[in-house]
């Protein structure tokens, strides 16, 4: 059984930091990649990062780059998001993801090609 568990979401004022997590099992980690996407009430889903298990390379929108971190560790199946300077607009709940043959085009990371997501967690950012 596939399981993508997040944790690591919560409220926060602008400005602060939160660290999300993403344990995952029940496929090879290692062929995917892994990313995080979100999404807030009336808005589209966004993907926000994502990281090859096979060589480590890494996205980010541009709406994150340089606040936002990405980063893995193999042996234990899991990814995480350090987010840092949060900001009001980064309120969504986030969801962690794999995606076997990820698709960009303009800049963006496109999700209709994912393979496994979980249940999110929400992160809230007041100002």
């Known amino acids: 059984e596939v399981q993508l568990q997040a944790s690591g979401g919560g409220l926060v004022q602008a400005g602060g930091s939160l660290r999300l997590s993403c344990a995952a099992s029940?496929?090879?980690?290692?062929?995917?990649?892994m990313g995080w996407f979100r999404q807030a009430p009336g808005e589209e889903r966004e993907g926000v990062a994502c990281?090859?298990?096979?060589?480590?390379?890494?996205y980010y929108a541009d709406s994150v780059k340089g606040r936002f971190t990405i980063s893995s560790d193999n042996a234990k199946n899991t990814v995480y998001l350090q987010m840092n300077s949060l900001k009001p607009e980064d309120t969504a709940v986030y969801y962690c993801?794999?995606?076997?043959?990820?698709?960009?085009?303009?800049?963006?990371?496109?999700?209709?090609?994912?393979?496994?997501w979980g249940k999110g967690t929400q992160v809230t950012v007041s100002s």
């Open positions: 029940g496929f090879t980690f290692d062929d995917y990649v």
């Open positions: 990281i090859s298990m096979t060589d480590g390379s890494t």
């Open positions: 993801a794999a995606d076997l043959h990820p698709i960009f085009r303009s800049g963006r990371w496109f999700l209709t090609g994912l393979d496994y």
